[in-house]
């Protein structure tokens, strides 16, 4: 049987942009969470998020010229991409098949130029007859919309800058499953190795939502934490007080190759993708299912992939990185979930949300959170939920509450939930030879 290992990773967050001082700062308890300064937030219920910060894409491209404009989630991309592409040795690997690498991004949309659309909009609008003339609104659309811009909006365009970047011309795919996407785009990207239909693919999320109608969607949906207190103590994931997620952005990328042809180039395999499960809860676009059918649906076809007794005798995972939003219903479902498929071992197995430290990544959560757990491994230290100050006595699992730990971590598992009921989980396994 084909295995599949990661030989690199990258990220951008709103931690930081590199591997290692993200996951000094994770590992110190500290968040990226801050007010909002992209735009003018302060009318707004939410005035907080996590914002990428001192982050240059051109930096991380060969020749920025070709790039065009890229929108942020692109920019995003090609700076994780880097890191991933360049820790797994293929900057210096000169018998690449671009036939058989591939790529499969969970990449969430551009962004609106919602200024300009606002004012083509009001200059449109016919009082008169209560409705936008479309003549008018083509014309100032011509003149005030720039075509970079609306192609950028396309969320198929973050893999079309990185696939240009790297010569990657096999199996290409982009999936859009919401905050399940890149976990998604990293359990198919598996599957597309398993059945030898590439070699190496680069896969991962990217996404931003931080800008005024992302803002406003989400509030309307009365999801984000409204905490006008210090930033960095809004997202509060298991916490009683919980309020909502907060928002954030950025992109996490990983470089999956099969184990042949990772050792026959000579790369160091960090960790092996033993498992993925999918479902879907077919019952609300914003809500879970009240008894948590979906997320255990996916964490049942996760274990049984990998071949692994939830009801062992021992704990059979060592950490599970949660989706943990910090919303009242995600939080109490995805632990009744995890009782539901480990039963009396659940106690034992800790479980963190990395979203208190650098909030919600939408489309990217899944990918930075597998990172994460990679990390895990990699230094047998857990990371905390931070800001679990004020436990619900209803939610009684190891949160890992505020300060990391260590602990001997052979075996991951990593959730992600979407709006729309797309539920999927990866395990994952310290890689042995």
Same mark, same amino acid.
């Given at each position: 049987?084909?295995?599949?290992v990661i030989?690199?990773?990258?990220w951008i967050? =709103?931690?930081?942009n590199?591997i290692d001082?993200v996951?000094?700062?994770?590992?110190?308890?500290?968040s990226?969470?801050?007010k909002? +300064?992209r735009?003018?937030?302060?009318s707004?219920?939410t005035?907080?998020?996590?914002q990428?910060?001192?982050f240059?894409?051109?930096?991380?491209?060969?020749?920025?010229?070709?790039h065009?404009?890229?929108a942020?989630n692109?920019?995003?991309?090609l700076g994780a991409?880097? /890191?991933?592409?360049?820790?797994?040795?293929l900057h210096?690997?000169?018998?690449?098949?671009a036939?058989?690498?591939?790529?499969?991004?969970?990449?969430?949309?551009?962004?609106?130029?919602?200024?300009?659309?606002s004012?083509? +909009?009001t200059?449109?609008w016919d009082?008169?007859d209560g409705?936008?003339? =479309?003549v008018?609104?083509?014309?100032f659309?011509s003149?005030?919309?720039?075509?970079w811009g609306?192609?950028?909006q396309e969320p198929n365009?973050?893999l079309?800058h990185?696939?240009?970047e790297?010569?990657?011309?096999?199996?290409?795919?982009n999936c859009?499953?919401?905050?399940?996407?890149?976990t998604?785009a990293?359990?198919e990207?598996a599957?597309?190795?398993? /059945?030898g239909?590439?070699?190496i693919m680069?896969?991962?999320g990217t &996404?931003t939502m931080?800008?005024?109608l992302?803002i406003?969607?989400?509030?309307r949906?009365?999801a984000?934490?409204?905490?006008?207190?210090?930033?960095?103590?809004?997202?509060?994931p298991?916490?009683?007080?919980r309020?909502?997620f907060?928002m954030?952005?950025g992109?996490g990328?990983?470089?999956?190759?099969?184990l042949? &042809?990772?050792?026959?180039r000579?790369?160091?395999?960090?960790?092996?993708?033993?498992g993925?499960g999918?479902?879907?809860?077919?019952?609300?676009?914003?809500?879970?299912?009240p008894?948590?059918?979906?997320p255990?649906?996916?964490? &049942?076809?996760a274990?049984k992939?990998?071949?692994?007794?939830?009801?062992?005798d021992?704990p059979?995972?060592?950490?599970?990185?949660?989706?943990?939003?910090g919303t009242?219903?995600n939080?109490?479902?995805?632990?009744m979930?995890?009782?539901?498929v480990?039963?009396?071992?659940a106690?034992?197995?800790p479980v963190?949300?990395?979203?208190?430290?650098?909030?919600?990544l939408?489309a990217?959560?899944g990918s930075?959170?597998?990172?994460t757990c990679?990390?895990t491994?990699?230094t047998?230290?857990?990371?905390?939920?931070?800001?679990?100050?004020?436990?619900?006595?209803?939610?009684?699992?190891?949160?890992?509450?505020?300060?990391?730990r260590e602990s001997d971590?052979?075996?991951?598992?990593s959730?992600?939930?979407?709006?729309?009921?797309?539920?999927?989980?990866l395990?994952?396994?310290?890689?042995?030879?």
């Amino acid at each position: 049987m084909t295995r599949v290992v990661i030989t690199g990773m990258g990220w951008i967050t =709103p931690l930081g942009n590199d591997i290692d001082s993200v996951w000094k700062r994770m590992v110190a308890s500290e968040s990226g969470i801050g007010k909002i +300064d992209r735009f003018d937030a302060s009318s707004f219920p939410t005035t907080i998020a996590g914002q990428v910060r001192n982050f240059d894409w051109t930096q991380y491209v060969k020749d920025p010229s070709k790039h065009g404009h890229p929108a942020m989630n692109s920019q995003f991309a090609l700076g994780a991409a880097k /890191q991933a592409w360049e820790q797994a040795g293929l900057h210096e690997f000169d018998a690449l098949n671009a036939d058989r690498a591939g790529i499969y991004l969970g990449a969430g949309e551009g962004v609106l130029d919602f200024s300009a659309h606002s004012t083509i +909009d009001t200059h449109a609008w016919d009082a008169e007859d209560g409705m936008i003339d =479309p003549v008018a609104w083509a014309k100032f659309a011509s003149e005030r919309l720039e075509p970079w811009g609306e192609v950028e909006q396309e969320p198929n365009m973050p893999l079309w800058h990185v696939s240009k970047e790297y010569g990657l011309m096999g199996p290409a795919f982009n999936c859009l499953t919401a905050c399940a996407a890149s976990t998604q785009a990293i359990g198919e990207a598996a599957s597309v190795l398993k /059945q030898g239909d590439a070699d190496i693919m680069l896969s991962g999320g990217t &996404h931003t939502m931080l800008h005024a109608l992302g803002i406003t969607g989400f509030n309307r949906l009365t999801a984000l934490s409204t905490f006008d207190g210090n930033p960095e103590e809004a997202s509060k994931p298991f916490s009683r007080d919980r309020g909502g997620f907060v928002m954030g952005e950025g992109s996490g990328m990983l470089v999956l190759e099969t184990l042949e &042809h990772a050792l026959a180039r000579g790369a160091t395999p960090f960790a092996e993708i033993v498992g993925f499960g999918s479902s879907a809860d077919a019952y609300r676009i914003t809500d879970l299912h009240p008894e948590g059918r979906g997320p255990a649906a996916a964490m &049942h076809g996760a274990l049984k992939q990998a071949g692994i007794n939830p009801s062992s005798d021992t704990p059979p995972i060592g950490y599970i990185s949660a989706h943990g939003t910090g919303t009242q219903e995600n939080d109490s479902i995805e632990t009744m979930a995890i009782k539901k498929v480990f039963g009396e071992n659940a106690k034992d197995i800790p479980v963190s949300s990395i979203k208190s430290m650098m909030g919600h990544l939408i489309a990217a959560a899944g990918s930075v959170e597998l990172i994460t757990c990679i990390m895990t491994m990699q230094t047998n230290t857990l990371v905390p939920t931070i800001n679990l100050k004020n436990p619900d006595p209803e939610l009684d699992l190891d949160y890992v509450p505020n300060t990391s730990r260590e602990s001997d971590v052979d075996i991951c598992m990593s959730n992600s939930f979407g709006f729309g009921g797309q539920n999927n989980t990866l395990v994952v396994k310290r890689y042995d030879d």
